[in-house]
């Protein structure tokens, strides 16, 4: 009688962080320096469209909240994306 062997198939659905061993807290850091990089670099170009992207990626980076511990990264970036947002939008009043 021969024996089957059951072969173990990975789902390709499997999240990553599973597989690698990552937390998420490298993400959220991720997502915080790429705010605040827009917000940066919205200063000199763009800021009508990078100001808000970085308001957006600086929140999503606190965890869609005000209260707790925050990163410095994340700050930053809603704090200049909202400054680059303002003036852009004066800018364009004129």
């Given at each position: 009688m021969a024996t089957r062997t059951r072969s173990r198939i990975r789902s390709p659905f499997s999240s990553r962080s599973s597989r690698s061993g990552r937390s998420g807290r490298s993400d959220i850091g991720t997502i915080a320096v790429v705010g605040a990089v827009c917000a940066?670099?919205?200063?000199f170009v763009l800021g009508i469209v990078l100001g808000p992207l970085a308001i957006i990626f600086g929140w999503l980076a606190m965890g869609r909240s005000w209260r707790g511990a925050k990163s410095i990264p994340a700050v930053v970036a809603v704090v200049l994306g909202a400054?680059?947002?303002?003036v852009a939008l004066l800018?364009?009043?004129?």
């Open positions: 940066i670099v919205g200063f400054f680059d947002t303002i800018w364009l009043a004129q």
